[in-house]
């Protein structure tokens, strides 16, 4: 049978990175977004290449759209192999305005959203003699405190956490579960973050500035690290939090 991953956030940034290069090691790859334009270009681009690729337009936060999703995979291609979460969602303010309506909508896509397509991603490869890998999107941010993040650090923390949960639990089912934690990367995430900040370019100086390699990432420097944990060759990590964050964390 031939290898199934499934990818949220696929429309663009690190899930469609990711995607690409899951798709070139011959996998085939359901695209999953709440953006529904995206995933359909870049599943009509990877079809085009001679890839095997769907788009399925869920929101991670609705349970019934996931297990749709998880369902479009197993139908199309007999089952599920691999689950890269990215969909994810940023609101920067100090915690003292936050509201609580911008908390439930991060903690809701970022660690409600990994709940929900873990559950049942799980709830698939567990009857599957293969088992499976799962890589969740964390971040530097759920490692150390950044300015202004209260809601986004609380949920990556989160991620990290359900994360070795899982990797704990399925073991026994031959199901690995992995973070990684990227430090910045340029995406639209990074962009809109940039931009809100009230010196766009200072603010971006001070980012590269605070990464030892002073740079920030190319996309495809983390879809090179997805697909490695995805791959046999990893095939002894699980519960791990790989960071790639051009050594943000070390110092
Ligand atoms: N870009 C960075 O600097 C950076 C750094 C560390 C971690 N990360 C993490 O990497 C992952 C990918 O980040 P990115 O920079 O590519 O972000 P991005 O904003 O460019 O892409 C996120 C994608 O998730 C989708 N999405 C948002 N809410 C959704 C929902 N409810 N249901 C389905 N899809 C939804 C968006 O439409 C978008 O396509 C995220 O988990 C992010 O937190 C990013």
Redesign the pocket.
Known sequence: MRNVVMI????????AGAARAVADTGSAVLL????VD?IERLAAELRADGRQALACA????DEAAVQGAVAAAVNAWGGIHGLV??????ISRPLTETTLEDWTRVLS??AT?TFLTCKHVVRAMVGQATGGVILN?????GRVGLPNQPAYCAS?GAVLQLSRQIAADYARHNIRCNVV?????R????RSYLAAQPDPAAAERALVDSHPLRR?AD?TEIAAVVVFLLSAQASFITGADVPVDGGYTAV
Do not use: E, W
């Open positions: 949220t956030g696929a429309s663009g940034g690190i899930g999953v977004d709440h953006r995206g869920a929101d991670v936060t979460n990215c969909a994810a969602t940023m896509v970022n959203g999107l964390s971040s530097i941010s990556k934690s990227p430090g910045s990367v995406t639209d995430q990074l920030t996309v």
